[in-house]
């Protein structure tokens, strides 16, 4: 049994009833002026490999649609638009229908869009399984066989301690022994 995750939630989408189509081309926004059926939410849900866009009521919770993504055609892009999608809605029984719908941002439409994409990856990734490529030699070490790893850099050497000054003291890290030269204002070399 697998936890179900929200792949995405959108506060506010539209839904709108698609008017027959009259060529075998893309669905297009544009055609659904004056058609709109209902303003809710939308959630991109998972559990495992099935993923579902889940259309429910803003304020109870109750759900609206449900379309099960199981293949490309069950979420398709409008032709015109980058905001507006056509969902393949199934109810319990199984029948479907296609509903548009619509975000009132492009940002809202490519964050759902994305969601479904990145699902879709994931369980492609998981069901694939991992080859490695091998030459067929054996590159173990055989016994009594070392490796040495040479790493090339500074290497830091401790601090030394300075000799002390004159006198055995030291003054500001200057030993007095060294100076050679003092000088004094209104002094000229």
Known sequence: MSYE???CFLPKCHVYRLPPRTTA???KAQDWEGNLLWTGVCKVIARGDYCEIRLEESDSGDVFAVC???DPTSVERTEDSRRYFVL???NESGQHAFLGMGFDQRSEAFDFNAAIQDHQKH???ANKPITIASS???FSLKEGQTIHVAISGKVKKPKSKRPAAAGGEKKGGISL???TKTLSLGESE
């Open 25 to 27: 081309a893309g669905y």
């Open 177 to 179: 022994a060294k100076a």
């Open 123 to 125: 369980v492609d990734r």
């Open 5 to 7: 995750e929200t792949l």
């Open 68 to 70: 099960p993504v199981k």
């Open 136 to 138: 067929g030699e054996d």
């Open 88 to 90: 393949r809605v199934e």
